[in-house]
Nanobody
Framework: QVQLVESGGGLVQAGASLRLACAAS????????MGWVRQAPGKEREFVAA??????NTFNADSVKGRFTISRDINTVYLQMNSLIPEDTAVYYC????????????????WGQGTEVTVSS
């Protein structure tokens, strides 16, 4: 079991930065690959970034490449978001899965409640 709690969302202007955090608890966190997924108003959830169990393998969606960075430490997964644009407005969810990191949302077993990010123009 893994419990996930996101934080760090808020309202910012375009061009600003935010750092999201996902605090994890549970015995299997260290064996879990992690991902960030977002859902914009009126749209389906989309993959944002993922990181392997030990952090050595990361990848991002094309829409955030060069702007967002995923990282992790012992108990937390982070999403550093730079050069934010209005299209980044969404609720951001972190998720965990056993095995390797994945772009496929259905492969994630555990989900947080989400943190809202709003980027004004």
């Amino acid at each position: 079991q893994v419990q996930l709690v996101e934080s760090g969302g808020g309202l910012v202007q375009a061009g600003a930065s935010l750092r999201l955090a996902c605090a994890a608890s549970g015995r299997t966190f260290r064996r879990s690959a992690m991902g960030w997924v977002r859902q914009a108003p009126g749209k389906e959830r989309e993959f944002v970034a993922a990181i392997s169990r030990l952090g050595g393998n990361t990848f991002n969606a094309d829409s955030v490449k060069g702007r967002f960075t995923i990282s992790r430490d012992i108990n937390t997964v982070y999403l550093q978001m730079n050069s934010l644009i209005p299209e980044d407005t969404a609720v951001y969810y972190c998720a965990a899965r056993s095995g390797g990191p994945s772009r496929l949302q259905y492969e994630y077993d555990y989900w947080g409640q989400g943190t809202e990010v709003t980027v004004s123009s």
